[in-house]
C-alpha cells in the first residue's frame, strides 16, 4: 500500500516535488476516476481523461507511462481514499463497537458520494489482478487490527480471527452495494445501526 | 431468475426439446464457463467454446445468437447451480443455524471446484449488469426467507430485515473469495463454523 504522503503507486518514480505537481496529479486521478467509472477501463482514453482534467497529452505522460498505470495508480489512490476517509472519521479512538459503526458510516457515505469506486476496484479484478487483492487485503488486515484493540479492551470476545476480519469487510462492502451504489433508500446511520447490533449480537435470540 | 427446468434465461427461445439437445446446451454452458474463466469476456470465442464443447459451430447458434447470449445464459446457469448445490446439501429441514452453517459450507465447495464462478459473475458487472445485479438481488431475497423462517421458529431474534440478507451475503462472497478462491488453507467447515458462531452471537462479549 501507498501512503497517503505518495499517493500514486504506479507513479512512484514520478511523484511531483511541487504543489502544482501535486495538484496536476490529483486532476488527472479525479478525471480518471470520472472517465474510468464511467466508461470503463477498455472504452476510456488518454485524451478523454486529460480532456476532463484540462491538462495537456504531453502533461499526462510526465506522470504516467500508460492507461495501464493510471489505472493501478487510481485503484490504489482509491483505495488510500477509502482509509484515510474512515480514519478522519473515527479522529481520536472510540469504544470499539462504536469504531466499526463510525468507520462503516464513512465508508456508506464515501461510496455514495464516489459511486464509481466500486465500479473501479471491481474492474481492477479483471485490468490489475494484483491491486484488487491488494485493495482487500490490506483492507482485512486494518479491520483485524482493530478486532484484536477490541478484544485487548475486552468489549469484542477473544479468539477473533482473519476470517472474522473477510467477514466483516464482506458485510460492509455488501451493505455499501446495495444501500449506497444501487440505493439510498435507506440512511448510512440507519444501516449501519444494524450492522453494529449484528456484530453486537449477532442474529440470534441469545441469553433471555 | 430461471427455474432449473429452463436452465438457460438468454436461451429461452430455443430450450432443447429433447435429452440429446439438453445433454448438447449443457456441454455448451460448461465449456463457456472454462473459455470465460481463463479468458475472460473479451478475448473468450465462440469458435474456443465450440472446441472446448466438441461441437459444430452451426450447432451453437442453434441455442444462442451470440456471446453476449451465451455469456448472459451462462451467468443464470451458474446462479441457479449455487442455488441448486445448495439446496441439496440442505435437504430436509434444519434447524436456523444449522441451515446456515450447511449452506456456506455448500457454497465454499462450490466455489472451490468450480473457482471460475467468481470471476464470471464478477465480470458480469461490466458485460451483463442485469444479470449481475439479479443474481444478488435473488440471493439476498432467499437468505430472508432463510432469516423469516429462523425468526418464526424462534432460533433467530425479531426484527430481521433486507440489511442482514445483505450482510449475510456479504460475508458468506467474501469468505468464498479469501478461503475459497485465493487459498484453501482452511476446510470449508471450519470457515463456515467460525461464520456460524458470527451469526449466533456476533463479535461481543455477550452476557457472562
Given at each position: ?13 514520478k511523484?511531483?516535488?511541487t504543489e ?6 490529483r486532476?488527472?486521478l479525479?478525471?480518471?476516476a ?10 476510456a482514453s ?7 482534467a ?15 498505470e493510471?489505472f ?10 477509502v482509509?484515510?476517509?474512515?480514519g478522519?472519521?473515527?479522529?481520536p479512538?472510540?469504544?470499539?463497537f462504536?469504531?466499526?459503526?463510525v468507520a ?9 458520494e464516489?459511486?464509481e ?5 471491481d474492474?481492477?479484478?479483471?485490468v ?6 491488494n ?7 486494518r479491520?483485524?487490527d482493530r ?8 468489549a ?7 476470517a ?9 462492502v ?6 449506497s ?7 448510512a ?9 449484528f ?10
Amino acid at each position: 500500500m501507498s501512503t497517503p504522503e505518495t499517493p500514486a503507486d504506479g507513479a512512484s518514480g514520478k511523484t511531483p516535488r511541487t504543489e502544482r505537481g501535486r495538484r496536476t496529479l490529483r486532476k488527472l486521478l479525479d478525471a480518471a476516476a470520472i472517465e474510468f467509472g464511467e466508461k470503463g477501463f477498455h472504452e476510456a482514453s488518454v485524451t478523454g481523461i486529460t480532456g476532463r482534467a484540462g491538462t495537456a497529452l504531453g502533461t499526462f505522460y510526465t506522470y504516467f507511462d500508460s492507461k495501464d498505470e493510471l489505472f493501478r495508480a487510481l485503484v490504489n489512490d482509491l483505495s488510500d481514499r477509502v482509509r484515510t476517509t474512515v480514519g478522519q472519521a473515527l479522529g481520536p479512538p472510540l469504544a470499539p463497537f462504536d469504531t466499526e459503526e463510525v468507520a462503516l458510516t464513512a465508508f456508506l457515505r464515501f461510496a455514495r458520494e464516489h459511486k464509481e469506486v466500486y465500479r473501479i476496484i471491481d474492474e481492477a479484478e479483471f485490468v490489475d489482478p494484483g491491486s484488487y487483492r491488494n485493495h482487500y487485503e490490506s483492507t482485512a488486515a486494518r479491520i483485524l487490527d482493530r478486532l484484536k484493540r477490541g478484544e485487548d479492551s475486552g468489549a469484542f470476545r477473544g479468539g477473533l480471527e482473519e476470517a472474522h476480519a473477510w467477514a466483516i469487510m464482506g458485510m460492509n462492502v455488501f451493505l455499501g452495494l446495495r444501500y449506497s451504489i444501487w440505493s439510498e433508500d435507506d440512511s448510512a446511520e440507519e444501516v449501519a445501526a444494524i450492522a453494529r447490533t449484528f456484530l453486537e449480537r449477532g442474529i440470534g435470540k441469545g441469553v433471555a
